[in-house]
């Protein structure tokens, strides 16, 4: 797909919306609310220029949303920033604003990521003509033109005040990273697809054993599918890198909910940073291992959620107090059991022992290559933390419920695996 035609002769719709977004931008927060009234007035008033508003709108956001592309954001990251700060209706217009800019772009100037981020945004054009989107637009939400035009200068003053960011990935063009699959892979690696149903399974049963064991499951084969990668790269056959991806991690108890990933992501050799302002935390890893720890992570999150719910009904479970000592409790078992299985994982395949895809084990040559591989891996990961990162701060998460804390930790027994201690981020 290649850029859409700009069409002339706008009836000066275009020097206004731009004059509209300055003063928004450059506005304090205590003159914010005449700058939009005054902005959206201008813009609402131009009746018989709304289908030239309408383009000027799409025009300028193709310059907005690649200006945050370019600052290291990407499409899930701008969707965050809106669903925490501002609403439902700005979601949606951030969405297909998104959605035309990307038309300047192909698919093979994507990467995965990027696409499967925009296909959960569902960010495509759906309306016929660029001058129709403002009205198609505000008959789907029942806006008037005031309303719309504020909301769109609310939403382009939003993004345009975002400074930039460590970057996780290629910008539409930049030349993608080279990461080592093996074999065809048609939408996602096979290996994804068993952890995802295997978690699937452990989030719907109401047997806390099944759901432990499908877990176990889960990491066993996101150890092995590490172990295979590390041994590829020390014979030479795999050019893989660190990558990194963004994972929200919002209120409440954000804190406990940062242990947690914390806890998967190190179990799987990745590191965690975690930037609390905007609500998301930096995993960096190997690539094989940032999906994993994506899936596992949901999935427990899920769980510990459905265990603090069947404690709720206590009148002790409902304070705040103990749902943070309860989550991070849990978080704090996991981590401990998270760990151990990885390194059983390990030890199993540095005696030659196989996790096949299927659960059982075939037995190897013990290789000798497998530890320093390892080693070497996480090296690079700790380095490339440091090149995105050069300044990182300890976060502590404080515990002031011991009755939470044991509940946290028995309800982590029932549900899921191990970690190793280490340190939060931000």
């Not at 399974?201 to 590490?226: D, F, G, N, V, W």
């Not at 909910?257 to 905007?278: G, H, I, Q, S």
């Not at 090296?379 to 419920?401: I, N, T």
């Amino acid at each position: 797909m290649g850029k859409r035609a700009q069409q002339d002769g706008d009836g000066g719709a275009g020097p206004l919306l731009e004059q509209a977004v300055r003063s928004v931008l450059t506005a304090s927060d205590e003159a914010l609310d005449l700058a939009l009234d005054t902005g959206a007035s201008l813009l609402a008033a131009s009746a018989g220029q709304w289908p030239a508003v309408s383009r000027a709108l799409l025009g300028y956001a193709d310059t907005a949303v690649g200006r945050c592309w370019s600052a290291g954001w990407r499409p899930a990251d701008l969707a965050r920033v809106v669903r925490r700060e501002l609403k439902p209706v700005h979601l949606a217009l951030a969405a297909d604003l998104i959605a035309a800019e990307n038309r300047r772009h192909s698919a093979a100037a994507l990467d995965r990521r990027w696409q499967e981020q925009l296909r959960e945004l569902e960010a495509e054009v759906w309306w016929p003509g660029d001058e129709q989107y403002l009205g198609a637009f505000a008959d789907r939400h029942r806006l008037d033109r005031f309303a719309l035009a504020t909301t769109a200068l609310e939403l382009l003053r939003t993004w345009g005040r975002l400074p930039p960011i460590a970057p996780v990935g290629p910008a539409p063009g930049q030349a993608p990273a080279r990461t080592h699959r093996p074999g065809p892979v048609p939408g996602e690696p096979r290996m994804l697809s068993r952890i995802r149903a295997l978690l699937a399974k452990a989030e719907s049963t109401e047997y806390p054993e099944e759901a432990e064991a499908l877990t176990a499951k889960a990491q066993q084969l996101m150890a092995q599918h590490s172990i295979d990668e590390a041994l590829l790269a020390a014979a030479g056959a795999d050019r893989d890198i660190p990558a990194a991806l963004r994972i929200g991690v919002d209120n409440p108890y954000e804190g406990p909910k940062t242990m947690l990933l914390d806890a998967v992501a190190a179990a799987n050799r990745c590191r965690v940073v975690w930037a609390k302002e905007f609500g998301f935390c930096t995993v960096v890893g190997f690539d094989g291992d940032l999906d994993g720890v994506e899936l596992l992570y949901t999935s427990l999150l899920v769980q510990a959620t459905h265990a603090l719910n069947k404690v709720g009904s206590r009148r002790d479970s409902r304070s705040k107090a103990f749902r943070q000592s309860f989550l991070v409790a849990y978080a704090a078992r996991i981590r401990e059991r998270l760990t151990a299985a990885t390194e059983r994982a390990t030890s199993a395949a540095a005696a030659g022992r196989h996790l096949r895809e299927d659960g059982t084990e075939e037995q190897l040559v013990p290789d000798g290559r497998l530890l320093p591989a390892l080693a070497a891996r996480s090296e690079a990961v700790d380095q490339e933390v440091g090149r995105l990162f050069p300044k990182l701060v300890s976060q502590r998460v404080r515990v002031s419920d011991g009755v939470g804390w044991a509940a946290g930790r028995a309800a982590a027994d029932r549900a899921a695996l191990h970690g190793r201690a280490g340190e939060i981020r931000s």
